[in-house]
């Protein structure tokens, strides 16, 4: 567990009022951030109407039902009556083609074991007077992204009405091997709340997927899992004093599994509708996941006072919202040369304003007559392009390339930072641009599948964000502040250097390799 901490200077602190007063401030993680695959991220993650492999389990977990997709088309088949062509694996692989018209099922699979790397390098510019007010400057990290599918029909056989049904499985984790980092810092600290340790968390997502009608339509349900429970800590030997000192101390935590739901929707009515060939449609929805740990008591002896005190400390962290998301996608079939590109469009509603705050620091912001600012819902837009070099030639069919562009609004209100505001949640509206390539090597020689390898890249472009704070307002606010946290008693030159007017903007680069194995 790694803490950090950041209080506004008083005469004096006790250890343990220090623990107290940190306040939860972690809204992310790497998946939302960025994206949970590299042929996702590079399809600027609007996958919700098209994805049909391991990630489907972030995107849209009905895909994993989705195994008899579009097909080539057989030599010799009369263009004017080209139709799609519902066939498995096995018989697909056997068809002599003619063009491609789908960069997903150009090699069908059922069964995919992939692995994914990330790295990313923000470079965020801050015209502040204090830089060492600004919690966390090392932005960049690393996550390794395990992904497996499985037909269940390899344990149970499924009903005839079943035309597919697989399991899936997504398990992001640190490359520095951590499970999660508790981030806990000041509200008032300076801090980008989508970036840095903020998003280097663990996300496990796992379900299953139905398809029905040779795919015309497809179900899924699943979960996202993360942890909470209860925990204590004893501190003994603590003395009163500016000085730092490690005390002697006992920590206790259990943790169990919290659980979200994850469930699914996708509809391929061109399977049925010649008019509607190329069409697929999804509806996708993830429950909102938080870390809580309450209560937490912790007691802390004084050793020079000979008293002990009591406290009840709650954790809430690593919150991500309810998020909604519909996507449309089409797929030019018939027409030379655009067959095998594919145009897809989501629309995501994140609930934002659902977002819940720990008992502690409810009562501690409540006890100075302050309410916590609440955030605010946003709309994000995407929008990917995808095109299978097969339609030129069916030499070609190895190689897809994959665009995708999304805008994402800050969930962050103007009153919740600017004028008489206390906080400081750097956040911006945010234009995003990725981009991709994947190779497909074909089963040859000791292969006993087909490998796709992707390489993408995305860069996220966050708003130049001006913040004005009402230092004088803010003044009148510490004035009346009941209690005696030393914090409290500040000086105006202390509040304007601690609030400061200030902007922000930045670039956000990232790089993404992910290499599947397709059976």
Request: aromatic share 12%; with cysteine; net charge negative.
């Amino acid at each position: 567990m790694e803490v950090m901490m950041y209080r506004l200077p008083g005469k004096f602190v006790v250890i343990i009022c220090a623990i107290v007063t940190v306040q939860g401030l972690a809204y992310a993680n790497f998946a939302d951030t960025y994206g949970f695959s590299a042929i996702g991220i590079s399809r600027g993650n609007a996958m919700t109407a098209v994805v049909n492999d391991w990630s489907s389990v972030y995107y849209n977990i009905a895909g994993l039902g989705r195994t008899r997709g579009i097909m080539p088309v057989p030599s010799g088949t009369d263009k004017q009556q080209l139709t799609l062509q519902q066939k498995g694996a096995k018989e697909a692989q056997n068809q002599p083609t003619e063009m491609s018209v789908s960069p997903y099922d150009i090699f069908p699979y059922k069964d995919q074991l992939a692995i994914n790397y990330m790295y990313t390098q923000p470079q965020m510019t801050i015209d502040i007077p204090r830089t060492d007010i600004v919690a966390d400057k090392e932005l960049n990290f690393g996550t390794v992204t395990l992904g497996l599918v499985l037909d269940l029909n390899h344990f149970v056989k499924m009903p005839s009405f079943i035309s597919s049904s697989r399991f899936g499985l997504g398990l992001g984790v640190m490359q520095d091997g951590s499970l999660v980092k508790v981030y806990d810092i000041d509200l008032r600290t300076h801090d980008f709340v989508r970036y840095g340790k903020e998003a280097e968390r663990t996300v496990i997502l796992a379900g299953v997927g139905f398809g029905f009608m040779d795919d015309l339509f497809g179900i899924g349900a699943g979960a996202n899992v993360w942890s909470g429970g209860r925990g204590a800590v004893n501190l003994t030997e603590v003395e009163l004093g500016p000085n730092e000192q490690t005390p002697n101390s006992e920590v206790q935590m259990e943790l169990t599994p919290k659980i979200a739901p994850v469930a699914g929707l996708y509809i391929s009515p061109g399977k049925k509708i010649k008019a509607l060939q190329g069409l697929d449609i999804g509806v996708a929805y993830r429950g909102e996941v938080y870390m809580e740990v309450d209560p937490f008591a912790t007691t802390a002896e004084l050793y020079t006072a000979g008293v002990t005190l009591e406290m009840a400390l709650s954790i809430y962290d690593y919150y991500t919202p309810h998020i909604i998301s519909g996507g449309i996608a089409y797929t030019f079939l018939p027409i030379k040369p655009l067959s095998g590109l594919t145009l897809s469009v989501d629309v995501e509603y994140q609930m934002w304003s659902k977002c819940k705050v720990s008992k502690s620091k409810t009562a501690y912001w409540a006890n100075k007559g302050i309410t916590i600012p609440e955030f605010q819902d946003i709309i994000v837009p995407k929008v990917g392009v995808s095109y299978n070099f097969g339609c030129l030639s069916p030499k070609m069919q190895w190689l897809t390339m994959n665009l995708g562009y999304s805008f994402r609004p800050s969930y962050v209100p103007d009153d919740a930072v600017n004028d008489a505001s206390l906080f400081n949640f750097m956040d911006a509206n945010t234009h995003i641009g990725s981009l991709g390539l994947s190779f497909t090597i074909p089963k040859t020689g000791p292969m006993v599948a087909p490998v796709v390898i992707t390489l993408a890249g995305q860069m996220q472009m966050l708003q130049k964000r001006q913040v004005k704070k009402d230092r004088v307002a803010i003044e009148k606010i510490y004035e009346n502040f009941d209690g005696n946290p030393s914090d409290d008693d500040v000086t105006q030159a202390e509040i304007d250097a601690l609030y400061p007017d200030y902007s922000y903007s930045g670039f956000v680069y990232s790089g993404f390799v992910e290499v599947a194995l397709r059976w």
